[in-house]
């Protein structure tokens, strides 16, 4: 594959502009190299970016030195992955948006009611780009994921977002048919068999005046056979009065496929429901103040100087600076003026000038007037996709491995089952010793009897031991309700679990809570090693502050991943 040139339009195709002459080359390379890891789902060796970014080795290894500092790829040997820290820049914009935080809720439950896949999706240009997920679990479902990209004529909502393109945008849409016949540009939807010819623009044309008519759009199988859907603009206002001169905010879709629906089922049967829903969307919008701001991040540039001098030449300052930019924006903070950007960054004004000038030439950010500045949908594009598909043991695993280096016993990550009498090993890495604890990922065990159990029992939404589920596993095992309930109470105030011997005898295990964005318990961290290795003290004294400082890495991640996206536990 030949290398991409720095300056080639962003992933719609469109022509290339000339590059600034103030803006910041290292932001420019850094967000190719997030551009590419995107791309690739995630992941890449050092030589696939080489190639892929046309960029010398040394910068790559100081790109990627760079945004590992900053936690948002991790270099694995000759890979560097994507971290779930990286969606912070995603859910500021996300934050900023207001949409998903104020009409997710709707959508879930049209998705729940219709047992359909629902979506929202915001115009990007002459794509859409999706910003909330309601996907049905089938074994043909749905593989869209949160800030993806797809081409608008290929969809359903993208009519109604061309009802109101200019003739400046329908000439950039025309321009990049020319440029990108076959959608290589769109990673998230199968290219093109074959090159459109005119009558496809016109169709498209006639399809976005249907739309701009009827108040809704239908795509019938455009992005693949069998994939059929409807949609509905959600406008910004929510008076019924106010509708015609209202803008489209987003879009709200019901996807099926036509082994349950047809594109006229769908129509007929579906769309007055999806009508209803939006119509309570639009009210919400209407009728929510917007957020007081809340704080933005301090002095990032102090800790940016401090990792150059620690780091040296590897680390490249400009790059760091320009990434914490996309942080200034967030909740109630949607728009901010230079000064702003600024003051809230600890930057001085002439680097945060020159990052906004590289982010409005990458698209990434947009003058709402001559002052003040906002995000655009296209920093989704900077992870947001594979992340969001993430999982609690996907964040976990490369924390237990370290975690596993550091006290060179196993550890592990376990949740609790539905029934609450079992726990079930979700993720683990297993120490290089000729005795170590054998258990793999999957293996239950009983719930009252580990030190993983106990911190998930020890929960206040934990459903309390089965009746005569306590049976005796060792001469050490608690079996007496009362006697577990203040065992239970006792892991609540300390924050850990130190079982011994209670599973098998010469085990002894401690394990700590990890907990979600409201506090609550969702799946508990341990090690487990032979009773002869460390003493009750030495299990308190040396261990537990690793693994307390292991499962607070793990919560940051999760927060972060989970602020606009569902993350399963398993």
């Keep these: 594959m030949p290398a991409k040139p720095m300056n080639d339009a962003l992933e719609t195709g469109g022509p290339a502009e000339a590059t600034p002459a103030e803006a910041v080359t290292p932001l420019i390379r850094g967000i190719a190299v997030l551009r590419e890891l995107t791309e690739a789902d995630g992941t890449l060796s050092l030589s696939a970016l080489e190639r892929a970014t046309g960029l010398a080795r040394s910068t790559v290894d100081r790109i990627t030195a760079t945004l590992s500092r900053m936690g948002y790829v991790r270099v694995d040997g000759r890979d560097v992955h994507l971290t779930p820290r990286l969606m912070e820049l995603g859910n500021a914009y996300l934050s900023a948006l207001r949409l998903p935080a104020l009409l997710s809720a709707r959508a879930d439950a049209l998705a729940d009611e219709l047992d359909e896949s629902v979506s929202l999706a915001v115009a990007d240009r002459d794509g859409i780009r999706f910003i909330h997920q309601a996907t049905r679990r089938r074994a043909m479902s749905l593989s869209f994921r949160i800030g993806d990209l797809l081409p608008a004529e290929r969809t359903a ?64 199988q455009l992005i693949e056979p069998g994939l059929v859907a409807v949609s509905v603009p959600v ?3 929510g008076d019924e009065k106010d509708r015609a001169g209202s803008r489209v905010a987003c879009v709200a879709s019901v996807v099926s496929h036509t082994s349950r629906h047809t594109a006229h089922n769908l129509r007929t049967t579906l769309l007055p429901k999806l009508r209803s829903a939006v119509t309570e969307m639009e009210r919400d919008l209407h009728n929510t103040p917007p957020p007081e701001p809340g704080a933005p991040p301090a002095d990032l540039a102090l800790w940016t100087g401090a990792s150059k001098q620690e780091l040296g030449r590897e680390f490249i300052e400009s790059l760091a600076r320009g990434l914490t930019v996309l942080t200034a924006f967030g909740a109630g903070r ?37 002052r003040t500045f906002a995000l655009t949908p296209r920093v989704l594009s900077l992870g947001f996709p594979p ?25 592990s990550v376990a949740v609790l089952s539905d029934s609450g009498n079992e726990i079930q090993y979700t993720a683990r890495v297993a120490t290089g010793r000729v005795m170590s604890v054998n258990i793999t990922v999957g293996t239950r065990l009983p719930a009252y009897a580990t030190a993983l159990g106990r911190v998930l029992l020890s929960d206040a939404s934990a459903p309390p031991p089965r009746p005569g589920a306590l049976h005796p596993l060792t001469p050490h095992t608690i079996t007496d309700p009362q006697t577990l309930e203040k065992a239970l109470a006792s892991v609540r105030s300390q924050g850990y679990a130190l079982v011994n011997e209670e599973l098998e005898e010469g085990l002894r295990s401690l394990a700590v809570p990890i907990r979600d964005r409201s506090g609550q318990v969702v799946a508990a961290l341990n090690t487990a090693m032979h009773a002869s290795r460390h003493t009750l003290r030495e299990c308190v004294t040396d261990l537990l502050p ?14 972060t991943a989970a602020r606009f996206t569902h993350v399963p536990l398993t």
């Design 334 to 370: 949607p728009e901010l003026t230079l000064t702003e950007v600024a003051k809230a960054t600890g930057l001085a004004r002439a680097t945060a000038r020159r990052a906004l000038i590289t982010y409005e030439h990458l698209d990434l950010v947009t003058r709402t007037d001559d």
């Design 387 to 411: 992340l969001s598909r993430t999982t609690l043991p996907e964040i976990a695993q490369p924390h237990l491995s370290d975690l596993t280096s550091r006290i060179h016993e196993s550890t």
């Design 157 to 220: 909502p993208g009519p109604l977002f061309a009802s109101e393109w200019t003739d400046t945008d329908w000439q950039r849409w025309r321009d990049r048919r020319a440029s990108d016949p076959r959608d290589f540009s769109f990673p998230a939807v199968p290219p093109r068999m074959y090159r459109p010819d005119e009558r496809e623009n016109e169709d498209f044309v006639r399809r976005t005046e249907e739309a701009a008519a009827n108040g809704w759009a239908l795509d019938d």
């Design 546 to 559: 690793a693994l307390l400082l292991t499962a607070t890495r793990i919560e940051t991640d999760l927060h």
């Design 235 to 237: 406008l910004q206002a």
